[in-house]
Every structure is written in C-alpha cells, then in structure tokens.
C-alpha cells in the first residue's frame, strides 16, 4: 500500500477555473504536509506546507487539511496555462529519523486556453 | 532554490563504473536529501546527512554510498553503476525552522 496517493490525471482545467487537487495518506500520525510544483524537466519548487486542520491560503492557492480523514488538497484558483505542471503532494511521517518525507507521484494539470 | 547547486547536471556512463554526483548548499542546513525520480515512483529517498559525517539510509539505499566531511557538500557515490540506476537524482536540504525541503536542479544520469 503506497503511503501518499494521488491521483496521476491528466486532470485538464480550463484557464481562469479552480484546480482541485487531492492527496490521500496512510500513515495516521503524519504531522507535516506539503504541496510541490514541478514543471517538466525542473526540480520540485515549494509552494505550500501546512500542519494543523483546516485551510491555508497564500494567493491564488489554498491548502486544506482534514488529519480525522486524512486527506491534503490544494486549490488552485484562476488557473492560468502557467500552473500547468505536476504537483506533488508529501508528508513528514512521525518524527525522527530525519523526518524524510514521503512523496506521491503527483498530478499533472493542465490548463486549457 | 535555497542555494543548491548539484554537478554535473548530465552524465553517460557504462555499466560497472563508479560515479560520483555532487551536491553543494550556501545556506548552512544540517540537513541534506539525496533523492531519485522515476516515471510510476515519483521520488524516493536514498540517503540522507544530518551532519558532517553523520548519514543514514534511505528506503533505495542498496547499490549507493554517501559522505559529508563539510556542512556544504553532500556526495553520492554510486559504487559500480547499473543500468536500474539510470533515473534523475535531486538533492535537498532542509530549512529546521519549517521542516521544509529545497531541491537542487537535479542531475540526469544514464547508465548504458
């Protein structure tokens, strides 16, 4: 059983929507939890971590997490052709040993003119 | 991108030769990742550092080594490369104040 799951899409949006993303877990007491963006060909950039349930907003993206069922989204409003990439999601399982995260395998959205 | 720079960023090389992958920060983390990226598996740990000369394994750990004798160098050491080793190797390092990870731009490796 993978720890971090997601669902692989394409999932396609047209510009100017709201992009939905979801990342279940399976680990229970998984504390830290974060949203990545890679676009083809570059590194994982940082674009959200939150740690307590409910929402996080910074800009146009809003994380939500809900620990009692765990599952982490990420909304992308206005989407623009630029967010088009894959995001992946990762979790800190408990702490210790280096708190490694566990990474999904990500979602690639697409932004549609 | 945290001052992370990783070299080379391209490599060919035979199967059966050693290769070494080098990860170099400017932001003074105790912390530093090296990961690999592969179409199905997304990214896995390989080994990690939480000080000069203090590693650990990751959970794809067989088939590599690692040291770190400065706070700012992290080295990958594939003993004798494999083709089951051809992937893109990311490297990070880890802010303490929020748990967050910062990758390097990554480099290509292609075992023929």
């Known amino acids: 059983q993978k720890e971090v799951e997601q669902n692989s899409g394409p999932l396609s949006v047209p510009e100017g929507a709201i992009a939905s993303l979801n990342c279940t877990y399976s680990d229970r007491g998984s504390q830290s939890f974060f949203w990545y963006r890679q676009y083809s060909g570059k590194s994982p950039e940082l674009i959200m971590f939150?740690?307590?349930?409910g929402d996080k907003e910074d800009g146009r993206f809003t994380a939500q997490l809900n620990k009692a069922s765990q599952y982490v989204s990420l909304l992308i409003r206005d989407s623009q052709p630029s967010d088009s990439a894959t995001y992946l999601c990762?979790?800190?399982?408990?702490?210790?040993?280096?708190?490694?995260?566990?990474f999904g395998t990500g979602t690639q959205l697409k932004v549609e003119l | 991108d945290a001052g992370i720079t990783q070299s080379p960023r391209h490599k060919v090389t035979e199967t059966g030769t050693p290769v070494t992958l080098r990860c170099h920060q400017t932001e003074n983390h105790r912390y530093m990742y090296w990961y690999r990226q592969d179409p199905g598996h997304g990214l896995r740990l390989i080994h990690y550092s939480y000080g000069v000369k203090d590693t650990d394994k990751g959970e794809v750990s067989d088939g590599y080594s690692v040291s770190r004798s400065k706070t700012e160098d992290f080295l990958l050491t594939l003993e004798s490369a494999t083709s089951s080793q051809t992937s893109v190797y990311f490297c990070?390092?880890?802010?303490?104040?929020?748990?967050?990870?910062?990758f390097g731009p990554g480099t290509r490796l292609t075992v023929l």
């Open positions: 939150i740690y307590s349930n």
């Open positions: 990762a979790v800190i399982n408990p702490p210790g040993g280096g708190n490694k995260l566990t």
């Open positions: 990070a390092t880890r802010d303490f104040a929020t748990d967050t990870q910062y």
